[in-house]
């Protein structure tokens, strides 16, 4: 008897089981049961029925299945971005149906089995304001009526061909894209009721074909994503950056920002969330907030990706840049001195502009990200200093066939630079984050990150480069310029024979005399304006000569030239200097390098 | 064990009183249109005519004027000649057909006066499918052996007709002379696998 129970009891048990594990696979028991015992906040009071709410048997909407709705008659708005190539069109089949709840609109107990004097008496009469309400705004929600064919995937080479995705993501009969294509109504297993698993971005990636995405640190970093700066209590699905993917940065529905589907309205914050060193390695936020750096938070909203780099106005975000979907980390142990010019990995895959000025959508070199705001665009920064000839176009500045220039763009083969300290030798070629970069940045032996995100030094320098009048020489004042050239060389006049006289005794700046970036060839040429000779108009007048009164350089050789000019009071009338012969330095080391401390 | 055998027995047999007592059957319902005035049917004529001198071939024989041009469901694919199990409701219950149910009975359109959008041919609407045949090889459906071994759902010829979901007889007691009851979508769900 007792045994006969217990077995009727597991028998009882083990078909409990069964359904409870059958239960998420079923719309029974999903947040869709809205029968009276369904288990969501939102149910009937009295039905029932379970398939009632979306479908009958008699007498449904001419719509394939036996649909118990009248569609929503609304005009919605639809998504709209400046990056999509598909043609989007108002919601149809399907998603109407989908629609008919969830634009919060129509009462969900109005199903056109019932009189409509009779509908279902439900918790709520319309779908509540949150995650399941989408309103009749959807150009903040992920497109869809849009047809997903070849012609879209020609047109968007990081949209996947139709033929490509999985089978388990249908489209509808006219290949478009439905609410239907990512998720079905009749099965929760995995959660809102998604057709396929959203960990690690399964879902959109069967879709969006991501450049670099497979190997971005978005994509593989394992760091757990609690202890968010910006939205620190909101959930996110799963535990870790990897896991969570996509959805790190993105709101499939109802994205704060709009156009791109981002969870944040101003455009950095989805980056400082992480950043803010709580969650990514470096703390980007104290960067930016340094005397000196690229602020994205000062605009928001005028960042484009498909910005013109001509007329864009002025901004720097974050995906200036860096491309979120495919930066990687930067391997650990650089050479000291120099970054090498080639893209780094945090800056992969992010459009720029070349040397010669044209627009490039993967750079190659990192100077080419900097071209993006620093050459042609109206938007380029002022000048800082007054020069002789003054350029704001840095991409003209550091053209490889200017007179002179630092080798950014390429090599420069001036054998008159003595002064490099290895591993630079004349020949090498350096990139703008060697002096443009963080007064903490790692590969300069600090501990912040590498990068022009901020410095304390103007304009975003990685040292100290003093450029005002009278600054008595330090390893100090000049350490911007000494991190490559060497001080006892300079001091000990290795290359130009009254250095150590016009740095040290009469305390002109190195910016007095050598324009930092290069001189265009349109406006000087290697005899006047060789050598980075470009002085500057607060520190050096003109000068009486006998060819008027005027600034001039000239380069009469190897080492040697002359200046006409008034600098401290003093006149320079063609006033020679040479230095062709033995470098001092190598003569006498042990003078120089005591001088050096000096 | 012969007392727990005893008491299964009993309390079988008290629920079959129950149940008998609460199925009218066809006596009282809405088929039953023997006390309706001006009709000179009784209980089974009204649907059934009984033609002595052949034998019926299929088994409810029917009035042959039913309206079989009617298109069921018509963007389902699947759709083909309904079965008698089909023929015999829509006789009445396309709402196209005025014409005498049974002899005496006024001819007038068949209308469901609680719910005047039933019954109104289908324009512009759309019912299940019938006359179709169960879907044998997909993932939406319950397989076809699973279906009939529950015994509610009547396929007749692997087909999907009126009399898989309804007894006209009504045997059950279920509301709109269903098989089974539908609570919590059951009859829907033995054969939909949603």
């Known amino acids: 008897m007792t045994r006969q129970v217990s077995k009727l009891c597991g028998m009882v048990m083990l078909g409990l089981l069964a359904t409870l594990s059958q239960a998420d696979e079923s719309v029974v028991n999903s947040l869709h049961d809205l029968s009276v015992r369904g288990p969501g906040p939102i149910r009937a009071i009295h039905e029932n029925e379970i398939c009632i709410f979306c479908h009958t048997p008699h007498n449904g909407a001419p719509q394939t299945p036996l649909w118990n709705r009248e569609n929503p008659r609304t005009h919605y708005r639809i998504y709209r971005s400046s990056t999509t190539d598909a043609r989007i069109d108002q919601p149809s089949g399907p998603s109407k149906m989908c629609l008919s709840c969830h634009d919060g609109s129509m009462a969900l107990g109005n199903v056109l089995s019932r009189p409509q004097t009779h509908p279902i008496v439900m918790t709520a009469r319309t779908i509540p304001p949150g995650t399941a309400d989408l309103s009749n705004d959807l150009s903040d929600d992920h497109p869809i009526g849009f047809r997903y064919d070849r012609a879209l995937s020609n047109a968007d080479p990081q949209i996947r061909a139709p033929e490509l995705i999985s089978s388990k993501l249908p489209l509808g009969t006219h290949d478009e894209m439905h609410c239907t294509t990512c998720h079905d109504p009749h099965n929760n297993q995995l959660g809102d009721f998604l057709r396929i698993s959203d960990q690690m971005s399964v879902m959109c990636i069967t879709c969006h074909d991501l450049q670099g995405w497979p190997h971005a640190s978005h994509a593989t970093s394992g760091k757990r994503t609690s202890g968010r700066t910006v939205d620190p209590v909101e959930r996110l699905k799963y535990a870790t950056v990897a896991d969570n993917g996509c959805i790190n940065c993105h709101k499939i529905h109802s994205a704060n920002e709009r156009e791109r589907l981002l969870r944040f309205r101003r455009e950095e914050d989805g980056c400082l969330n992480c950043h803010s060193g709580t969650i990514a390695n470096f703390n980007i936020a104290s960067e930016i907030r340094k005397r000196s750096s690229h602020d994205p938070t000062r605009r928001t909203g005028v960042h484009d990706p498909t910005e013109n780099t001509l007329t864009m106005r002025r901004h720097s975000e974050c995906t200036d840049c860096h491309n979120p979907h495919a930066a990687a980390p930067n391997p650990i142990g650089l050479v000291r001195g120099t970054l090498g010019p080639l893209v780094k990995g945090p800056n992969l895959r992010v459009s720029g502009i070349s040397i010669s000025g044209r627009e490039v959508d993967h750079i190659s070199y990192s100077y080419e990200m900097c071209l993006k705001c620093h050459a042609d665009g109206v938007a380029r920064p002022r000048l800082v200093t007054s020069r002789q000839v003054s350029q704001t176009n840095t991409r003209l500045e550091f053209q490889t066939s200017n007179p002179s220039f630092h080798p950014i763009a390429g090599p420069r083969r001036n054998a008159d630079v003595v002064s490099l300290l290895s591993p630079l030798r004349v020949g090498s070629v350096i990139t703008c984050i060697d002096c443009h970069n963080s007064d903490t940045a790692r590969s300069f032996g600090g501990s912040g990150p590498n990068g022009p995100h901020g410095s304390i030094y103007e304009p975003l320098l990685v040292r100290n480069y003093n450029t005002d009048d009278f600054t008595s020489e330090s390893a100090q004042a000049y350490a911007l310029c000494y991190g490559c050239h060497n001080r006892d060389s300079i001091l000990g006049d290795d290359s130009f024979s009254r250095h150590r006289r016009h740095i040290v005794d009469i305390r002109t700046p190195c910016s007095a005399c050598h324009d930092a970036h290069g001189i265009y060839r349109g406006q000087g040429n290697s005899v006047n304006h060789g050598s980075l000779i470009n002085f500057d108009l607060s520190i050096v007048q003109p000068a009486d000569s006998p060819a008027g009164r005027r600034i001039a350089y000239e380069d009469t050789g190897r080492l040697s030239g002359n200046c006409t000019l008034t600098c401290h009071g003093f006149t320079h009338v063609t006033m020679p200097y040479s230095n062709a012969g033995p470098r001092k330095s190598a003569l006498r080391p042990g003078k120089l390098s005591r001088g050096g401390r000096r | ?194």
């Open chain 2, 1 to 194: 064990m012969i007392g727990a055998k005893f008491l299964l027995i009993s309390v079988a047999a008290v629920c079959c009183a129950i149940t008998g007592l609460a199925s009218s059957g066809i006596e009282g319902s809405k088929h039953d249109f023997s006390g309706q005035t001006g009709s000179d049917v009784d209980k089974c004529t009204a649907c059934h005519i009984p033609k002595k001198d052949d034998a019926p071939k299929a088994a409810p024989l029917w009035n042959q004027r039913a309206d079989l041009k009617r298109r069921f469901n018509g963007q389902d694919k699947r759709v083909s000649r309904p079965g008698d199990g089909t023929r015999i409701c829509l006789q009445c219950h396309d709402g196209t057909i005025a014409k005498p149910v049974a002899g005496g009975v006024k001819t007038e359109r068949f209308v469901y006066t609680k719910h005047p959008r039933l019954f109104t041919a289908g324009h512009g609407r759309s019912d299940h499918p019938v006359g179709v045949l169960y879907p044998t090889f997909s993932d939406d459906f319950h397989p076809i052996a699973t279906v009939l071994s529950k015994g509610t759902v009547l396929l007749p010829h692997g087909r999907v007709e009126c009399t898989s979901c309804h007894d006209p007889h009504n045997q059950t007691d279920a509301p709109f002379m269903l098989v089974r009851s539908n609570a919590r979508s059951a009859l829907c769900l033995t054969c939909h696998k949603k």
